[in-house]
């Protein structure tokens, strides 16, 4: 069984089959029955003398309970999409019709009927073509057929002896290339599956792959969060924003450089990290504002704002500055003995959301400047005209500014 259904999937593809071949194993049974149902015409010819016999056992045995695969098939798909147990029930069927088959062939008296055994051929082609099931399956149902055929032919008496083996050989001989065919066509439907699951499988993967490069294209790969070209794609998207207010807040690690030649450069790449993390955690938990926060080059950070007005972006540069501090990151060689990691923010908002980000850009690195120059750990607020510093107050964090 393994080497027939080998590494293929088994039960993804019997799920495809079952959903493919629904309509079509629908009309093919009806099919099967309006056929077996039609023999009645030549049975007149045929059996005459049991005709009766033969219109029940025909409409009001076996059709109904060839009907029942329909339930059969809605309640076993229901319960697993792979399910075969309604597939089992129509071999089980084609064996009670070749059954019924025989029950007429035995009580046929006329020697007209001597040819009865035709009919079963017609069930085996039936089950291993038109009503496609699981090579297995069908394997089972065609011996089954095989064995009521071959019982079944003791009781008929309108056959001579001689006749039986050919009879036999005949059928058994159709069973064979039909299996065969029906071996065949599950060969190519297997390959069929096994190749649009491979595609998809390679498609899943380049997309993955394609989002994994864009990741890692726009991601900083020091600190983990976005990077320069991803805050220029964002502050492209940001410009059109339909008039809203915007902000941008600069940051710098005040005194890295002092940093970075007393501790080495593996303590400041950490120092990053912790920087980092610690912005992006302070801009989660602010709901109200779209944020977008990257690294814009060596120990400067950009925060973008969407849809935030003056006092917003003051006080999220503020939570900003205060997220740095509170890390409490050790820094003993700083000139001006604070002895912690700080940094300092330049914060531009544009009102009307016309400025465009470069200009935005330009006024925030005025203002950045300006903290700097003010003795750090600070945000400073530029004025709407570039060159100017606006007077921002209700902050620890910002100290009166002058123009410049």
């Known amino acids: 069984m393994v080497v027939l259904l080998g590494d293929d999937r088994s039960s993804g593809f019997v799920q495809k089959v079952n959903e493919s ?24 010819t045929l059996v005459p003398e049991i005709i009766w016999l033969d219109l029940v056992v025909r409409l009001f045995v076996i059709t109904p309970l060839l009907f029942l695969y329909f339930p059969a098939r809605y ?24 059954a019924s088959l025989m029950f007429i062939y035995a009580n046929a008296r006329t020697s007209a009927a001597s040819e009865y055994y035709m009919g079963i051929i017609t069930v085996v082609l ?77 498609l899943q993967r380049i997309q993955n792959a394609n989002r994994e490069l864009q990741q890692l294209s726009n991601t900083d790969q020091l600190t983990g969060i976005r990077n320069r ?29 002092n940093y970075n030649d007393s501790e080495g450069h593996v303590a400041g790449d950490d120092c990053l990290r912790r920087i980092a993390g610690r912005l992006r955690g302070a801009l989660r938990k602010d709901d109200d504002d779209r944020s977008f926060v990257a690294r814009y080059g060596g120990e400067e950070f950009v925060v973008l704002l969407d849809n935030c007005a003056v006092s917003a972006a003051l006080a999220v540069g503020e939570r900003l500055r205060l997220a740095v501090s509170d890390e409490a ?26 400025e465009t980000t470069s200009e935005m850009l330009n006024r925030a690195d005025v203002a950045l400047y300006e903290a700097k120059r003010q003795g750090r750990d600070r945000l400073v ?24």
Do not use: W
Not at 82 to 92: K, M, N, T, Y
Not at 188 to 198: C, F, G, I, Q
């Open 21 to 44: 071949n629904r309509q079509f194993n629908t009309y093919g049974l009806v099919f099967g029955v309006v056929l077996y149902n039609l023999y009645i015409f030549v049975d007149m």
């Open 75 to 98: 309640y076993a798909t229901r319960a697993r999409p792979d399910a075969i147990a309604h597939e089992v029930l129509h071999g089980l069927g084609c064996m009670l019709v070749v």
């Open 126 to 202: 039936y089950m291993n073509t038109i009503h496609r099931k699981p090579f297995l399956l069908a394997v089972m149902g065609t011996v089954g057929c095989m064995v009521v055929f071959i019982v079944g032919l003791e009781y008929v008496t309108v056959t001579s002896e001689v006749a039986k083996m050919p009879a036999i050989m005949c059928s058994v001989g159709v069973g064979v290339v039909s299996l065969f065919a029906a071996y065949r066509i599950e060969n190519v439907e297997r390959r069929d599956y096994l190749a649009s699951v491979r595609e998809k499988t390679l």
């Open 229 to 257: 070209r991803s805050f220029d794609e964002a502050a492209g998207e940001a410009s059109d924003n339909g008039g809203r207010p915007r902000a941008l807040i600069l940051l710098d690690v005040d005194y890295f450089k």
């Open 329 to 354: 990151i050790p820094h003993p060689s700083r000139p001006d003995g604070l002895a912690i990691v700080t940094v300092s923010l330049g914060v531009a908002v544009s009102t009307d959301g016309r």
């Open 381 to 404: 607020l530029a004025n709407e005209n570039i060159g100017t510093i606006a007077r921002p107050a209700g902050f620890a964090g910002v100290e009166p500014a002058t123009a410049i």
